[in-house]
């Protein structure tokens, strides 16, 4: 019987355990509504004193002899992690004080805390300040607002005096549309599985129903394209800040098109969208399959060009990390004198940073992220001419400033990590990856895209992302496959990942109605 054939029963089959695996989900989602979790464990809970109350007496020497309070001390160690499904910001917290969580150690008085994290997350240790609520008091031991990425954690090693080896402690305080909770170990160092083992059973028999019915239509070879595939060639030109993102974008596609050969290279927005402009004047035909992506509007092309607004892209000033700028960061007037070359020593900007000389590394005339940042940031041009080839060097002795032009943001950010004194300016998620240099709050606001897409800030240095075409893209193309591509939510989860806003899903919010 026809109904009866390998691939309708693999089917149904699969459609029965994803029906199943579904209502599961349902109700687990009904059950645990909360998706951001910070959970806390004691690792360690020990001894280090003689007094009989805390157990069997130590053999101890030097300090833990003669500082005062140790007869009776004991060591914590408690782990602070992020194990819910969503990142957790600063404004998550609820605490109404500076400090988002308090812990507390029962009968038992603090005498010294120590903060550790896991060697990629260098930056969790910036948040341990006084100034962000990090202190203790007899009992209690204040935690700053420390933002937690998905499974990130930190570590507090507490000296205590005074009671029990296992009174309670306690982690108090609360998340927004979340939950703060102790977790379960079987050992100190064990991680939380991602997984019940329910859930694994469910996935495994689900993955190997769709393989065997992937089989099945493979050897079949009888399916047509997927829907929206063209086959072809395609170059994609311009931005080199939205560069990774169409990388990712391309490699997604061919994935779902393997008839199509998308080919990235990015040399600059201007200079994209110049050459696919000129290209048009020479042939039509030359530009069937070109895109140029552009950081804000093509400026003095073509008429010709058709763009479509893509994503908005938080860019941020960054510094050499020797320049430790106040929290506030620059003040867009400290920022226009720099530009116009009014300071030229950074003690000049603020007393209390460095006498060293600034050394401005910009990005070329076909920078879009240079673009948006004159407009946006500066109101005007970069008013300071270039005085160095390689921005060390000053080739005109009598120029105020040292300043530079280089051809991508990679180069930018290597040559203001390189360089004492340097400031310049990248894209967002560029820049908050790499070591040797920090990224600058505007007028107090701190580059951020979630700030900017809820509305919790003006930040300024922002703009849309175009893709750009001569003419409109013919239908059945690939160029106009490829547009269409991204507005689907694939591409939507590939441009925010990549530390952007996709346009097609925030457009009822207005954010990608400016230039």
């Known amino acids: ?34 998706r951001k979790r910070i959970g806390y464990r004691v690792q360690m809970d020990n001894p280090i004193g003689d007094n009989v109350r805390l157990g069997r007496a130590n053999v101890r020497m030097g300090l833990f002899d003669e500082a005062p309070g140790m007869s009776d001390a004991t060591l914590v160690l408690l782990r602070v992690e992020n194990d819910g499904s969503q990142g957790i910001d600063r404004d998550d917290y609820t605490s109404p004080e500076v400090h988002g969580l308090t812990a507390v150690f029962s009968d038992r008085t603090i005498r010294g805390v120590s903060v550790t994290q896991p060697d990629d997350t260098d930056h969790l240790m910036d948040h341990f300040t006084a100034a962000r609520g990090f202190g203790y008091d007899g009992n209690s031991l204040r935690i700053p607002r420390v933002p937690l990425n998905h499974g990130d954690h930190f570590k507090l090693l507490v000296l205590l005096s005074g009671g029990r080896v296992g009174d309670p402690i306690q982690l108090i305080g609360g998340i927004r549309e979340g939950e703060v909770h102790p977790n379960r170990s079987a050992t100190p160092d064990e991680k939380p599985p991602l997984f019940s083992r329910a859930a694994r059973l469910i996935t495994i028999t689900l993955t190997l129903s769709v393989l065997a019915l992937a089989a099945i239509v493979v050897l079949r070879d009888d399916n047509p394209p997927p829907i929206g595939c063209e086959e072809g060639t395609l170059r994609v030109i311009g931005s080199t800040a939205f560069k990774p993102v169409v990388e990712e974008l391309a490699k997604q596609y061919e994935k779902k098109c393997p008839e199509a050969d998308i080919t990235v290279d990015a040399r600059g927005s201007s200079a994209g969208a110049n050459e696919l402009a000129s290209l048009g004047a020479e042939s039509k035909k030359d530009t069937r399959n070109v895109i140029a992506f552009s950081d804000g509007p093509a400026i003095g092309a073509t008429s010709r060009l058709r763009g479509r607004r893509v994503a908005l892209s938080v860019f941020t000033l960054v510094v050499n990390d020797g320049v430790r700028l106040p929290a506030k960061g620059l003040s867009l007037d400290d920022v226009r004198r720099i ?74 950010l290597n040559k203001v990590a390189e360089l004492p004194g340097a400031i ?32 919790r800030s003006d930040y300024p240095y922002r703009g849309v992302e175009f893709a750009y075409t001569y003419d409109r893209a013919p239908s059945g193309s690939l160029a106009s496959a490829f547009l269409a591509y991204l507005g689907e939510g694939v591409s939507e989860n590939v441009i925010r990942a990549g530390g952007h806003l996709p346009c097609s899903a925030t457009a009822a919010s207005g954010l990608c109605a400016g230039d």
């Not at 009866?4 to 645990?32: D, F, H, K, Q």
């Not at 820049?431 to 700030?451: E, F, K, M, Q």
């Open 424 to 455: 310049g300016y990248s894209e967002l998620t560029l820049a908050s990856g790499h070591r040797g240099l920090r990224t600058v709050p505007l007028d107090g606001a701190a580059p951020s895209v979630a700030d900017i897409e809820y509305g």
């Open 1 to 34: 019987m026809q109904w009866l054939s390998a691939e309708n029963v693999v089917a149904v089959g699969t459609a029965v355990l994803g029906i199943i695996a579904s209502g599961i989900m349902v109700w687990y989602e009904r059950r645990v509504p909360r």
């Open 339 to 412: 530009y116009r070359g009014e300071a030229t020593r950074w003690k000049q900007v603020d007393a209390s940073l460095p006498d060293i000389p600034i050394v401005l590394v910009s990005r070329n005339a076909d920078s879009g992220t240079r673009q948006i940042f004159q407009h946006r940031v500066l109101e005007s041009w970069e008013r300071v001419p270039s005085t160095s080839l390689d921005c060390v060097h000053k080739d005109d002795i009598s120029a105020p400033v040292t300043r530079c032009e280089l051809d991508s943001t990679e180069d930018v």
